[in-house]
């Protein structure tokens, strides 16, 4: 099967039933992105969305180097952000381009949080600009104690536009703090990442150990109710955006379905008698 | 007037003026949930929202174990939770039923947000599924250090569905740990509770000493005036889940009546002379 | 150029290129506010908000003992604060002036959250009631050890009014603890503060070193693209206050007029070149 | 059955098979609601809402002189509205008080709204104040031509507070005519209604004709498939309050259950022989 | 005290008690809008607003021929819609000065919309572009039926931007007819306004009548208790943009001060007595 | 141009310059919809919303009989609605498969709403269904006399899923009436649908007469600026879901860019010159 998942910059491998590993492949540019690659992380991710061979995944990155340097800022200096051609093109026609490219590209990164399994993110090294952006929008964060992070975007001219300021402030709970790395775009560690909520786990024996663990984290979820998890999933981003009491009906007409699933009753048997469940794909 | 306070499986005392403790009794148990209980949880909290004798509460638990284990999943299984009955019964008409039930389980437990006095959860030992959606409708969270918590529900296939995935996205700051535990359903305990900020305080010494740290609290804030406390919990509680304009705006219409107390010249004269102000019932 | 920032209770300094310091000023009263300074507060943001020649602002009190101790409950205590006249004046028309005050008060403070430079807070001593809800609108929070921070406002009889509660639940990702110090109004310190993810910062040698590391974080960001700075403050804001995808979008828009910058260019280039880009005002 | 349905200043019949009918019966004081009627109807509706004898139900009042008059205003005036009582008690108590009051009648009223069965409002005579407010609750309005509205409560010194204010705005289109009738509290009739959008139809032969109009309606959604019915209800309030793509995730939610019934075979096959389904109760 | 109301290109007037009317005058200009006019315009209902001796105001045109043609294009055409400069000032830098622009615009015509007397519009001859953007600011719409509108915006090359889109929407029901006028800026005249909505009466007899029709409103409205009116107009407002249940809930909070007032005894005494109720300035 | 858009059961045309007419072409069938139609409508209006020739679309269906009968119903109940099967599969992995299945149908019906061009649908004869669902995502609706339209959804046992219950109560300004045909699916005409605001215009002319003014009304939007045109038609739908203030600030931004358009200066002058002023493609 993973003969079928051939993308360009990016390794697909199946390392255990269930899980699938996606690794960013292009370490001699420290990973840093192009527009094929975008445009592959969504198809890919689209893909594993619906297979069924699939219930948990990890995002991890090629190279001891870096998880990603972020955007490979030389091509997109040739290209969307090059410089302004000294008003030839109507102002208002070049930011109707630049506003569909960048839906498109926050919609390629969105594919990631709308994928309906869990993504643990392992991020390692130099992990810039995009890479922040990116793991935002997987579900959980680990980090190898050598990580460099920063939310670089400031540092070339812009605000960061595909998800970091819109996703950051609801995945810290630190306001003070994020604003203070937003704004500066100065690296921070593990250490601070930790300390402040952006990754939930710091990995100190290296990137090897880190994808482990998050592997194992991985084969753990996919050894759940596929139903139950990807509920959970979609209720707690769901919640994330809006009121309680609007994340408590939407969760009662979700689980009015879900709740007719044999796998509950599955669960609760192997449970009591201590063995484990296997359930149905979905 | 504590022996008013009459439902099974819960003990209500007063042990100091103006503070109720409401303990959940079923400790030979576990302290597992069944259906009477959520339901009288929910009679006792109507009832102490509106009692002018009362300005704080504790919950506790009875019994070294457990806070509870959760939902009694024997019996649920036995009703709820029992296993689909190959197609009997009609898929929509079932989903109306659940629904139904899911949105009365909700508001039995919502009850305690609605609680106008505020609530102080202690929890300790076994406080899985049903104590994390329980303790986050309450206020303050205290833990003793060998806590043990759980978000259970993946592990009998489902996802939570009485409130831990609406509100824990809002009550902790590290969106990758919430995701974590909720999928993952593994132990946590103490420690990594307050680090996240799960809870606000550990108390090392054990449960005596928590529920003690608990009463000391809850005197302190009953020994406050009432109109300040319960405008306080009503705008946190409505300012959590709305843009802060609207949060600005309710808070002004709100003062305009409650500014209009004498409590706050009492509290201020008070103040400066070094004594105990005294506040009107509420 | 410092010479037209005149304004009773305030020090305005530039103590560096792209950078402002305003300093409150009434020490003797531990910096206690009266009416005149928070209309005054909020005449110095506007300012600064449109001031081409400030990108960057620290926000620092005068004296070694008090950032504020809040409000001057004295002066407040014959105004607005002052005892009910046994019902002389009609309630609903005591009411509608309240509303009115309590609108105002609280625009002046948003004068902070609204102005389009970034604003870093820096705490020390004693910072009672209204020092939370002012910080609360700056951007960047750093304390000094000794800081002794209150929400004191349930200490004088009411629920605070011009922007703690509306805003510390989403500035910090415990909400346990958010109400345990909002209902208490307990003294909380420098590293209760970090911990819970209140201040980003705290500096253990004291207010000077803490103004120091301020101006410093300061200069830095008023080193960056002012465009970048301002759209980032921007989208944090927005984004804190609704859903993912509306941030997203609005994102996209605001950016598809401020990426035809020359400042990406300039940026870009000026980092592949190692040398400090310069920036038109903005 | 009917039997069942006693309560005070109300009678309830079944004139057709899933039928119900509700007529509010004070006629000697033109239906003018005193306590006891909103708490009863509140008790009356929830009922109904779980009935799965009743598909459809229609509201009516006794008499022709009136649907209702509205709050029995004289009996309020020695309750809730009554004089201030110069001082006595503290504003801030009282306002306590009141709103709890408030809220509690409203929610008597939303009661109607939430009632899982589609209300159909036979509105005739006189239908001041609280029948506006009560039939914005109802899905669908019927007038006869003699009807007299009025958003009365300006004139008795008060911003109307049990929906009408709430509601209008989102039942009809002309929010410069909503703001003059509830601004002015002037009469307006069945023609003007009809025109602006607050009622779907207008019965010229007087309020038998009305009633049997209603009644026909009823019969006609009453022959449906329940599970569309209640489903068609749920999704069009849900939508009414929220942005279309909300509305459009919660409807997909929503179907993935309820296509799930035997109803649309049962209801295509019908369809296609040209014979009355029967469906099962829900 | 009409004396103090002197503003340039506006009479303002009292002529009833309590009432005022607002007329633009620049009728040489068809009444065309330059900056100083919107700038004027918000300083006047912000005083009004405040204004005690006033409790509703009518806003009318001098002139024969015109409410208003509009903005004056002429005069825009060398200010903020000057044609783009060949990228002589950044792109980016001139949007931000636009925004602030846009921004100061719309925020005097909010000015209306929360003023907190009620505001009716007699609109009559040509009424474009702005003429519709500020009576939607307004409560309530009369028009003579001679009246010409237009939302006029796409003519001149740009999508409205001081409030039409915004509220057009929500203050009519039918979106299909919204989008007609605003993409064809194609004119319609009073007979399609008060099918549609837009306006709530039409008065054939002239502009004259049509004042005057106004000002008895005005009269009437003015004559109720200013609790009522002024609480009325804030919580239509509030409800339209929110869902119905906030609105209840903000509803219950305003009204637990606002029913303290006198004036409800008074209201419902005068109406037992017959008589013309007297309630105090607010 | 027109040969490139070859898509099954559509024919695309066009009649003008800059614009389109999409014909909607399985007449043998009442151009009832089958899978592949409502995918191949979705991928039409993407391509004519980045076209740069397209500036306004107008919707027609071939044949006199009827715009769309709607969903065919034999199709669907051998697939999506087909008779459930007595518990084979899973209900909760069924849901899941259904409301995959219910998204995607309705991401195909809001690419219509999401086209950054205007869409004119002309709707004749038998429009059921499909075609107010289909028809809400279009921007101007157009009848002719002989239309005969339903909301037909609960006859087939469900609750409409693929937009109307969404759009319906926002287009429409009588929500009486809305629930009324979505309640009781009961054909309305077009004299109906004109007063209670569905469509803005009925031709009694017939379909060939309405058609030639939808290519009318096409043509006029189309010789206005396209940045104006695109503008307006993206703020009215972003403003329809949100607060006006969102409505007003997503407004600054988006003309920021926008006003930077040389098609002001153009559009001004050519007004003033009286010709046509010709723009730039977007």
């Not at 061979?53 to 995002?59: C, D, E, G, H, P």
């Not at 300390?195 to 024996?205: E, M, N």
């Not at 769901?238 to 994340?247: H, K, L, N």
């Not at 449970?271 to 979905?282: A, D, I, M, Q, Y």
């Amino acid at each position: 099967m993973s003969n079928d998942y051939n993308y360009d910059y990016f390794n697909i491998t199946f390392p255990a039933q269930y899980v699938a590993q996606v690794e960013i492949n292009r370490p001699e540019k420290l990973n840093a992105f192009i527009e094929i690659m975008w445009l592959n992380l969504s198809k890919i991710f689209s893909r594993l969305s619906t297979d069924p061979n699939v219930r948990a995944i990890v995002l991890t990155a090629a190279g001891d180097r870096a998880f990603t340097a972020g955007l490979d800022v030389k091509a997109a200096s040739q290209g969307t952000l090059s410089a302004p051609t000294s008003g030839a093109i109507d102002a208002a026609r070049k930011a109707t381009a630049l506003r569909a490219h960048i839906l498109e590209f926050q919609a390629c990164l969105t594919t990631l949080e709308k994928c309906s399994k869990p993504i643990i993110a392992i991020l390692h090294g130099i992990s810039f600009g995009l890479a922040i952006d990116m793991s935002l929008c997987c579900d959980v964060r680990i980090a190898t104690s050598d990580v460099k992070f920063s939310v670089k975007e400031v540092d070339i001219g812009l605000a960061a536009d595909v998800g970091t300021l819109s996703r950051l402030p609801k995945a810290v709970g630190n306001f003070s703090w994020v604003k203070e790395v937003a704004l500066s775009a100065r690296i921070f560690g593990a250490e601070e990442a930790i300390r402040v909520g952006f990754v939930s786990r710091v990995i100190p024996a290296g990137k090897a150990a880190a994808v482990e663990e998050g592997l194992k984290l991985a084969k753990l979820i996919a050894s759940k109710s596929p139903v139950a998890v990807q509920g959970t999933k979609e209720l707690l981003n769901y919640s994330r955006d809006r009121p309680v009491e609007d994340g408590l009906r939407y969760t009662a007409v979700w689980n009015s379905a879900m709740l007719q699933t044999k796998d509950v009753a599955d669960a609760i048997l192997s449970g009591l008698e201590k063995r484990v469940p296997r359930f149905e794909k979905l």
